[in-house]
Nanobody
Framework: VQLQASGGGLVQPGGSLRLSCVAS????????MGWYRQAPGKPRELVAA???????NYADSVWGRFTISRDNAKNTVYLQMNSLKPEDTAVYYC????????????WGQGTLVTVSS
């Protein structure tokens, strides 16, 4: 399984960005795709995740500002980020989890989001 993320960049506070991540390879029909981020000197943290069945999960810090969506037919997950804040600056990683035993987790290469004036 390979994940290719795109859409990062530099944006001013209050602005918006949309991240995309395309998964390829042996993708199970039941899976969870999501976004994590890692700021300098901080651990990687969950931003948002969405199962193929439509169940979503968001970090409290992005609730109401970020929206995760997916196109199951295209194995693609999106993260619409609105009202961006400087503290949202981080490398954003796409993640896919599938399977039960074993449960497999795959990561994309990361895309940098910088929120600065």
């Amino acid at each position: 399984v390979q994940l290719q993320a795109s859409g990062g960049g530099l944006v001013q506070p209050g602005g918006s960005l949309r991240l995309s991540c395309v998964a390829s390879g042996s993708i199970a029909s039941r899976n969870e795709m999501g976004w994590y981020r890692q700021a300098p000197g901080k651990p990687r943290e969950l931003v948002a995740a969405l199962t193929s069945g439509g169940r979503s999960n968001y970090a409290d810090s992005v609730w109401g500002r970020f929206t995760i969506s997916r196109d199951n037919a295209k194995n693609t997950v999106y993260l619409q980020m609105n009202s961006l804040k400087p503290e949202d600056t981080a490398v954003y990683y796409c993640n896919l989890v599938q399977g039960l035993i074993p449960r497999a987790s795959y990561w994309g290469q990361g895309t940098l989001v910088t929120v600065s004036s």
